[in-house]
């Protein structure tokens, strides 16, 4: 449910209806790596992409698949048959025809083996594609596959663009041309990107003007420039939701939302290491993780403990899973089993070996390095000594998660609508740039994953994900530790806000800002 606080909505109008101008400050705390959205997994990069390009398809406020580019949509044959016209008169942000052309370019650069993404996997269950037409296309599936909509809901690139590119080294990657409802004006790199209002946006130009992300790699100094109107739509921390914007001044000013996020934060664990090959060490540390703590301590109470990749209360949610308790004595014991020992100054030992490894957290997240020392303190308990090292956002990406070069590390991953998450947990996504960075392999979830997508029927796809997640939950390749709240705090100024299951930003082309009121 979606708790506004505050005396009205933003989006309770002051004037007869939207005007046209103005500008959102927005804060990031990451650089986006690649604005060619199939190149790049990082939030910053999805988040900046999301505003430049088009798709076939695309979710509406209640998570509905709608038409998007496409104007007709027809789903035939039992679901393994679908047909596709894209509307007339569409249009790349340098005038060109976005046509189907496009969409061809598109199906098959991801199909190609040479293309670096981590997205493939649902144009390659795709048995025959055909451009039917200039504006037409269909595509054929062997059976149904339960992402078939979903996969057209990606991004088109645009062929006359990118056609003669090298994808992976392309200048368009901060340079991107696309056909959604803002196009890149600027980047400074490390400082800030500016969008601008796309003219040529079939559904009409957005009201804003520019759309400005200013790059502040630190919470704090975040919410700072924002008490300081230099910054229009900031997240919040708890702590700065709960005790740092109450009062006369902060309810004129600013409208706070608050609703369970559609994420879940983790401590992501190597598995080719040698401390966590062996799953009884992984449980242990599960035992070890008092989580309704980590929600209090880190988070205020501001969230929800996690214990598998999906949100409590969604169908596939398996409530039949007993959690994992905060048993500090279970977990010594399940170390003792793997061989780990008392050592010298307390700290576990096996062949001679300490248990002493390192917690990554991106810099400027001030929530996650919360999280890294609460954990510290109770892996200590049970003997196993950390260290927590904070790296540059984008040198944790390219350095760490990207070679593998790392331990551990906190990071959070989105809770899409549909429960396929193939391209995190099946084997296939372990290799190069996949998603499945911890490198957990595993045959019943490859076969479980694989089926999953594969089926259309939600009863048999409950049946299947509640054993992918008993297998998870057993195997420990993740330790979760919580939902959060999501706390998006908006200048009131702005209007057009509409709260709904996909949050606050679904309709942001459609946000505006009364004349009187622009800067």
Not at 387 to 406: D, Q
Request: proline fraction near 7%; include cysteine; glycine fraction near 8%.
């Amino acid at each position: 449910m979606f708790c506004p606080a505050g005396r009205a909505f933003a989006g309770e109008p002051s004037s007869p209806g939207p005007d046209y101008g103005g500008k959102i400050l927005m804060g990031s705390i990451g650089e986006p790596s690649n604005l060619i959205p199939y190149l790049a997994s990082d939030s910053a990069s999805a988040e900046v992409a999301g505003l430049l390009y088009t798709s076939p398809l695309e979710y509406d406020k209640d998570f509905n698949i709608i038409k998007c580019a496409a104007e007709e949509w027809e789903v035939l044959e039992g679901g393994t048959f679908m047909r596709f016209r894209l509307r007339e008169g569409l249009l790349w942000q340098d005038g060109h025809p976005l046509t189907a052309d496009d969409v061809t370019f598109t199906y098959k650069l991801m199909i190609d083996p040479k293309t670096p993404t981590a997205y493939a996997a649902d144009f390659l269950n795709v048995k025959e594609y055909r451009q039917t037409g200039p504006l037409s296309f269909e595509v054929r599936y062997d059976r149904p596959y339960a992402r078939a909509a979903v996969t057209w809901m990606h991004p088109i690139l645009p062929k006359h663009i990118l056609e003669h590119e090298n994808i992976a080294s392309t200048k368009y990657s901060r340079n991107p041309i696309g056909a959604g409802p803002f196009k890149l004006k600027s980047w400074e790199a490390g400082s800030r990107i500016t969008l601008e209002a796309n003219a040529l946006y079939f559904k009409g130009r957005p009201y804003l003007d520019e759309v400005i992300y200013r790059i502040i790699p630190d919470s704090t100094t975040m919410f700072l420039e924002a008490r300081a109107g230099k910054l229009d739509f900031v997240g919040l921390s708890p702590q700065q939701y709960l005790r740092q914007t109450g009062g006369e001044w902060w309810e004129k000013n600013w409208h706070k939302y608050k609703y369970l996020a559609s994420g879940y934060t983790y401590l992501g664990l190597n598995l080719k290491s040698p401390f966590f090959q062996d799953r009884r060490v992984r449980q242990a540390l599960s035992f070890a993780i008092d989580r309704e703590g980590i929600v209090k301590g880190a988070l205020l109470g501001m969230g929800e403990p996690a214990f598998g990749p999906y949100k409590p209360g969604t169908w596939v949610y398996n409530t039949a899973l007993k959690p994992y308790d905060y048993d500090p004595e279970r977990a010594r014991r399940l170390l003792s089993e793997a061989g780990w020992l008392p050592g010298k100054d307390g700290v576990l030992e096996k062949d001679g070996l300490p248990f002493e490894f390192t917690i990554l957290v991106n810099q400027g997240n001030n929530e996650r390095i919360k999280v890294a020392v609460i954990l510290q303190q109770m892996f200590r308990a049970v003997g196993v000594k950390v260290a927590i090292r904070t790296v540059e956002w984008a040198a944790f990406l390219k350095e760490f998660v990207g070679t593998r070069k790392f331990d551990a590390l906190i990071l959070a991953w989105n809770i899409l609508d549909d429960p396929d998450i193939f391209d995190v947990w099946h084997s296939s996504a372990a290799a190069g740039n996949g998603l499945n960075f911890v490198s957990f392999c595993n045959e019943e979830v490859d076969h479980l994953l694989e089926k999953g997508r594969a089926s259309a029927d939600r009863a048999e796809r409950k049946v299947l994900y509640d054993r992918f997640q008993q297998i998870l939950h057993e195997e420990q390749p993740y330790l979760f530790l919580y939902v959060p709240y999501s706390l998006p705090m908006v200048r009131s100024r702005f209007h057009g806000i509409e709260p709904a299951p996909a949050g606050i930003t679904y309709n942001f082309d459609r946000w505006w800002v009364p004349r009187a009121l622009q800067q």
